[in-house]
């Protein structure tokens, strides 16, 4: 008996998928151009154009959050995924957009998360399950979802937190 290899659940979100189902082809090649299309030499990392772009300031992250917009919105109305999937799909390019946008670490986690490869793998995943004719999962996607907003959300409670405590701060200490 074989051992069985352990699963990296973080890698095989990222990676694109094995097979892709008829139709995707043109969605799987653009998020292969945008996330995976170069090597970086000497190291096994694979960057594409949304690494290379964002590098630009301002303007790179949003050619390539324009991008990736435009893949959501085709997932939308051409192949009609369940409005949770979409949820994920656009919360993943607004997460790429908007850590993207911070210089330096911004163009690491480009690097690292490579969005529309993520999204391809949720289109092809949805594309999968009609094929077979099974119900689509939504449920990951909601707990995605979910899991970003609350911590957001937290992340503000602790900004307003902090902010009020530096009011606070300023209010009560002595002028000179």
Same mark, same amino acid.
């Given at each position: 008996?074989?051992?069985?290899?352990?699963?990296?659940?973080?890698?095989?979100?990222?990676?694109?998928?094995?097979?892709?189902?008829?139709?995707?082809?043109?969605?799987?090649?653009?998020?292969?151009?945008?996330?995976?299309?170069?090597?970086?030499?000497?190291?096994?990392?694979?960057?594409?154009?949304?690494?290379?772009?964002?590098? /630009?300031? %301002? !303007? $790179?992250? *949003?050619?390539?959050?324009?991008?990736?917009?435009?893949? =959501?919105? @085709?997932?939308? &109305?051409?192949?009609?995924?369940?409005?949770?999937?979409?949820?994920?799909?656009?919360?993943?390019?607004?997460?790429?957009?908007?850590?993207?946008?911070?210089?330096?670490?911004?163009?690491?986690?480009?690097?690292?998360?490579?969005?529309?490869?993520?999204?391809?793998?949720?289109?092809?995943?949805?594309?999968?399950?009609?094929?077979?004719?099974?119900?689509?999962?939504?449920?990951?996607?909601? /707990?995605? %979802? !979910? $899991?970003? *907003?609350?911590?957001?959300?937290?992340?503000?409670?602790? =900004?307003? @937190?902090?902010? &009020?405590?530096?009011?606070?701060?300023?209010?009560?200490?002595?002028?000179?």
């Amino acid at each position: 008996m074989k051992p069985v290899p352990a699963v990296d659940p973080i890698k095989t979100i990222i990676e694109p998928p094995d097979y892709v189902p008829p139709g995707l082809e043109g969605i799987a090649r653009l998020a292969w151009l945008m996330d995976r299309a170069f090597k970086i030499p000497g190291t096994p990392v694979r960057v594409g154009l949304d690494a290379i772009i964002g590098l /630009l300031p %301002v !303007g $790179g992250d *949003v050619i390539t959050g324009l991008i990736q917009a435009g893949i =959501v919105v @085709v997932a939308m &109305v051409r192949y009609r995924v369940p409005r949770p999937i979409a949820a994920r799909m656009a919360l993943n390019v607004l997460l790429d957009v908007a850590v993207g946008s911070i210089p330096l670490v911004g163009d690491a986690f480009d690097v690292v998360f490579k969005a529309n490869t993520r999204n391809l793998r949720l289109l092809s995943e949805v594309a999968e399950q009609r094929i077979r004719n099974q119900q689509i999962a939504t449920a990951p996607s909601v /707990l995605y %979802v !979910g $899991g970003i *907003v609350a911590a957001i959300f937290g992340l503000l409670a602790l =900004v307003l @937190v902090g902010f &009020v405590t530096v009011i606070a701060w300023l209010l009560n200490r002595p002028l000179f």
